[in-house]
T-cell receptor, first 114, second 115 residues
Framework: AQSVTQLGSHVSVSEGALVLLRCNYS??????LFWYVQYPNQGLQLLLK??????LVKGINGFEAEFKKSETSFHLTKPSAHMSDAAEYFC????????????FGKGITLSVRP | DTGVSQNPRHKITKRGQNVTFRCDPI?????LYWYRQTLGQGPEFLTY????????KSRLLSDRFSAERPKGSFSTLEIQRTEQGDSAMYLC?????????????FGPGTRLLVL
Protein backbone atom coordinates (compact mmCIF):
# COMPACT_ATOMS: atom_id res chain seq x y z
CA ALA A 1 0.00 0.00 0.00
CA GLN A 2 1.14 3.53 -0.68
CA SER A 3 0.29 6.86 0.83
CA VAL A 4 1.29 10.51 0.57
CA THR A 5 1.28 13.13 3.28
CA GLN A 6 1.29 16.81 2.44
CA LEU A 7 1.45 18.77 5.67
CA GLY A 8 -0.65 21.88 5.80
CA SER A 9 -3.32 22.78 3.30
CA HIS A 10 -2.23 26.31 2.53
CA VAL A 11 1.11 28.07 2.07
CA SER A 12 1.45 31.79 1.51
CA VAL A 13 4.66 33.45 0.32
CA SER A 14 5.65 36.86 -0.94
CA GLU A 15 6.54 37.33 -4.57
CA GLY A 16 10.26 36.63 -4.96
CA ALA A 17 10.45 34.48 -1.83
CA LEU A 18 11.43 30.83 -1.64
CA VAL A 19 8.67 28.29 -2.18
CA LEU A 20 8.88 25.05 -0.19
CA LEU A 21 6.06 22.52 -0.38
CA ARG A 22 6.56 19.36 1.64
CA CYS A 23 5.71 15.82 0.64
CA ASN A 24 6.36 12.59 2.49
CA TYR A 25 5.43 9.21 1.12
CA SER A 26 5.05 5.64 2.23
CA UNK A 27 5.66 2.79 -0.16
CA UNK A 28 6.50 -0.87 0.23
CA UNK A 29 8.27 -0.92 -3.13
CA UNK A 30 10.59 1.55 -4.85
CA UNK A 31 8.36 4.44 -5.80
CA UNK A 32 7.94 6.75 -8.70
CA LEU A 33 7.19 10.24 -7.39
CA PHE A 34 5.40 13.11 -9.08
CA TRP A 35 4.37 16.68 -8.49
CA TYR A 36 1.35 18.00 -10.36
CA VAL A 37 -0.10 21.51 -10.42
CA GLN A 38 -3.77 22.32 -10.81
CA TYR A 39 -5.14 25.72 -11.74
CA PRO A 40 -8.80 26.52 -10.94
CA ASN A 41 -11.27 24.40 -12.89
CA GLN A 42 -8.54 22.66 -14.83
CA GLY A 43 -6.96 19.24 -14.93
CA LEU A 44 -3.56 18.39 -13.54
CA GLN A 45 -0.33 19.39 -15.21
CA LEU A 46 2.87 17.51 -14.56
CA LEU A 47 5.56 19.67 -12.94
CA LEU A 48 8.26 17.06 -12.48
CA LYS A 49 8.87 13.42 -11.68
CA UNK A 50 11.40 11.09 -10.13
CA UNK A 51 11.73 7.59 -11.54
CA UNK A 52 15.36 6.50 -11.26
CA UNK A 53 18.78 8.06 -11.38
CA UNK A 54 19.57 11.55 -10.18
CA UNK A 55 17.70 12.36 -7.00
CA LEU A 56 17.45 16.10 -7.73
CA VAL A 57 14.97 16.58 -10.52
CA LYS A 58 14.14 19.78 -12.33
CA GLY A 59 10.77 20.56 -13.73
CA ILE A 60 8.90 23.25 -15.55
CA ASN A 61 8.53 26.86 -14.40
CA GLY A 62 11.71 26.77 -12.30
CA PHE A 63 10.54 24.11 -9.85
CA GLU A 64 12.71 21.30 -8.58
CA ALA A 65 12.40 18.48 -6.06
CA GLU A 66 14.79 16.15 -4.32
CA PHE A 67 14.10 12.49 -3.61
CA LYS A 68 15.46 11.55 -0.18
CA LYS A 69 14.97 7.86 0.42
CA SER A 70 16.19 7.97 4.02
CA GLU A 71 13.60 10.63 4.86
CA THR A 72 10.92 9.25 2.51
CA SER A 73 10.49 12.78 1.24
CA PHE A 74 10.08 14.54 -2.08
CA HIS A 75 9.81 18.25 -1.25
CA LEU A 76 9.12 20.78 -3.99
CA THR A 77 11.06 24.04 -4.13
CA LYS A 78 11.37 27.15 -6.23
CA PRO A 79 13.92 29.85 -5.41
CA SER A 80 11.72 32.81 -6.29
CA ALA A 81 7.94 32.78 -6.32
CA HIS A 82 5.98 34.45 -9.08
CA MET A 83 2.36 35.54 -8.96
CA SER A 84 1.54 32.99 -11.66
CA ASP A 85 2.64 30.17 -9.32
CA ALA A 86 -0.55 30.56 -7.28
CA ALA A 87 -2.33 27.22 -7.69
CA GLU A 88 -2.91 23.89 -5.97
CA TYR A 89 -0.04 21.44 -5.87
CA PHE A 90 -0.33 17.70 -5.51
CA CYS A 91 2.34 15.18 -4.69
CA UNK A 92 1.70 11.65 -5.93
CA UNK A 93 3.32 8.24 -5.73
CA UNK A 94 3.05 5.16 -7.87
CA UNK A 95 4.67 1.77 -7.67
CA UNK A 96 7.29 0.71 -10.13
CA UNK A 97 6.24 -2.34 -12.07
CA UNK A 98 2.95 -3.31 -13.53
CA UNK A 99 0.47 -1.30 -11.48
CA UNK A 100 1.07 2.38 -11.98
CA UNK A 101 -2.05 3.94 -10.47
CA UNK A 102 -1.30 7.19 -8.67
CA UNK A 103 -1.94 7.81 -5.00
CA PHE A 104 -2.22 11.52 -4.31
CA GLY A 105 -1.81 13.67 -1.27
CA LYS A 106 -4.55 16.10 -0.29
CA GLY A 107 -2.83 18.97 -2.00
CA ILE A 108 -1.44 22.33 -0.92
CA THR A 109 -2.82 25.66 -2.06
CA LEU A 110 -0.04 28.14 -2.75
CA SER A 111 -0.84 31.84 -2.51
CA VAL A 112 1.65 34.48 -3.64
CA ARG A 113 1.43 37.94 -2.12
CA PRO A 114 2.54 40.97 -4.16
CA ASP B 1 0.05 15.63 -29.56
CA THR B 2 -3.45 16.87 -28.91
CA GLY B 3 -3.49 15.84 -25.25
CA VAL B 4 -6.21 14.07 -23.31
CA SER B 5 -9.71 15.38 -23.94
CA GLN B 6 -12.86 14.89 -21.91
CA ASN B 7 -16.49 15.57 -22.69
CA PRO B 8 -18.59 17.12 -21.46
CA ARG B 9 -16.65 19.58 -19.34
CA HIS B 10 -19.63 20.21 -17.10
CA LYS B 11 -22.74 18.19 -16.34
CA ILE B 12 -25.68 19.07 -14.12
CA THR B 13 -28.17 16.32 -13.50
CA LYS B 14 -30.96 15.43 -11.14
CA ARG B 15 -30.62 12.71 -8.57
CA GLY B 16 -31.56 9.34 -10.00
CA GLN B 17 -30.58 10.13 -13.58
CA ASN B 18 -27.85 8.31 -15.50
CA VAL B 19 -24.84 10.18 -16.86
CA THR B 20 -22.03 9.17 -19.20
CA PHE B 21 -18.65 10.80 -19.62
CA ARG B 22 -16.16 10.30 -22.42
CA CYS B 23 -12.37 10.39 -22.40
CA ASP B 24 -10.12 10.45 -25.46
CA PRO B 25 -6.53 9.64 -24.49
CA ILE B 26 -3.30 10.60 -26.21
CA UNK B 27 -3.39 8.48 -29.34
CA UNK B 28 -0.40 6.21 -28.77
CA UNK B 29 -1.11 5.62 -25.07
CA UNK B 30 -2.27 2.15 -24.16
CA UNK B 31 -3.23 2.82 -20.55
CA LEU B 32 -6.19 4.90 -19.47
CA TYR B 33 -7.14 5.85 -15.91
CA TRP B 34 -10.18 7.37 -14.23
CA TYR B 35 -9.94 9.36 -11.00
CA ARG B 36 -12.46 11.26 -8.93
CA GLN B 37 -11.66 14.50 -7.15
CA THR B 38 -13.91 16.07 -4.54
CA LEU B 39 -13.53 19.60 -3.25
CA GLY B 40 -10.39 20.13 -1.22
CA GLN B 41 -9.05 16.64 -1.85
CA GLY B 42 -6.55 15.02 -4.13
CA PRO B 43 -7.73 12.79 -6.95
CA GLU B 44 -8.68 9.24 -5.98
CA PHE B 45 -8.14 6.29 -8.28
CA LEU B 46 -11.26 4.64 -9.69
CA THR B 47 -10.19 2.24 -12.41
CA TYR B 48 -7.76 1.70 -15.25
CA UNK B 49 -7.47 -0.05 -18.59
CA UNK B 50 -4.62 -1.44 -20.57
CA UNK B 51 -5.84 -1.43 -24.13
CA UNK B 52 -9.43 -2.69 -23.83
CA UNK B 53 -8.90 -4.74 -20.66
CA UNK B 54 -10.04 -3.28 -17.35
CA UNK B 55 -7.25 -4.33 -15.00
CA UNK B 56 -8.29 -2.87 -11.67
CA LYS B 57 -11.31 -1.28 -10.02
CA SER B 58 -11.21 0.62 -6.76
CA ARG B 59 -13.58 -0.15 -3.92
CA LEU B 60 -14.78 3.42 -4.49
CA LEU B 61 -16.35 2.21 -7.73
CA SER B 62 -19.77 1.00 -6.63
CA ASP B 63 -21.91 -1.16 -8.86
CA ARG B 64 -23.65 2.00 -10.08
CA PHE B 65 -20.43 2.88 -11.89
CA SER B 66 -19.27 1.19 -15.06
CA ALA B 67 -16.37 1.99 -17.34
CA GLU B 68 -15.56 0.68 -20.78
CA ARG B 69 -12.85 1.01 -23.35
CA PRO B 70 -14.25 -1.09 -26.14
CA LYS B 71 -11.63 -0.65 -28.83
CA GLY B 72 -8.70 0.29 -26.68
CA SER B 73 -8.99 3.93 -27.64
CA PHE B 74 -11.59 6.20 -26.02
CA SER B 75 -13.28 5.29 -22.75
CA THR B 76 -16.66 5.98 -21.19
CA LEU B 77 -17.59 6.19 -17.54
CA GLU B 78 -21.27 5.76 -16.75
CA ILE B 79 -22.94 6.49 -13.44
CA GLN B 80 -26.40 5.03 -13.00
CA ARG B 81 -29.00 6.38 -10.57
CA THR B 82 -26.83 9.33 -9.59
CA GLU B 83 -26.69 10.46 -5.98
CA GLN B 84 -25.68 13.83 -4.55
CA GLY B 85 -22.51 12.23 -3.23
CA ASP B 86 -21.43 11.58 -6.81
CA SER B 87 -20.89 15.31 -7.31
CA ALA B 88 -17.19 15.67 -8.08
CA MET B 89 -14.64 16.30 -10.80
CA TYR B 90 -13.99 13.16 -12.84
CA LEU B 91 -10.50 13.10 -14.29
CA CYS B 92 -9.12 10.92 -17.03
CA UNK B 93 -5.44 10.29 -17.63
CA UNK B 94 -3.44 8.24 -20.09
CA UNK B 95 0.06 6.78 -20.18
CA UNK B 96 2.28 4.51 -22.22
CA UNK B 97 2.95 1.29 -20.34
CA UNK B 98 6.64 0.69 -19.78
CA UNK B 99 7.71 4.10 -20.99
CA UNK B 100 8.44 7.48 -19.49
CA UNK B 101 8.17 6.27 -15.91
CA UNK B 102 4.51 5.55 -16.57
CA UNK B 103 3.85 9.28 -16.50
CA UNK B 104 0.15 10.00 -16.61
CA UNK B 105 -1.15 12.94 -18.58
CA PHE B 106 -4.46 14.33 -17.43
CA GLY B 107 -7.42 15.74 -19.24
CA PRO B 108 -9.29 18.86 -18.12
CA GLY B 109 -11.90 16.84 -16.24
CA THR B 110 -15.68 16.63 -16.23
CA ARG B 111 -17.34 18.42 -13.34
CA LEU B 112 -20.55 16.70 -12.25
CA LEU B 113 -23.18 18.35 -10.09
CA VAL B 114 -26.06 16.19 -8.90
CA LEU B 115 -29.05 18.17 -7.66
Amino acid sequence: AQSVTQLGSHVSVSEGALVLLRCNYSSSVPPYLFWYVQYPNQGLQLLLKYTTGATLVKGINGFEAEFKKSETSFHLTKPSAHMSDAAEYFCAVSATGANSKLTFGKGITLSVRP
Amino acid sequence: DTGVSQNPRHKITKRGQNVTFRCDPISEHNRLYWYRQTLGQGPEFLTYFQNEAQLEKSRLLSDRFSAERPKGSFSTLEIQRTEQGDSAMYLCASSLFGQDGETQYFGPGTRLLVL
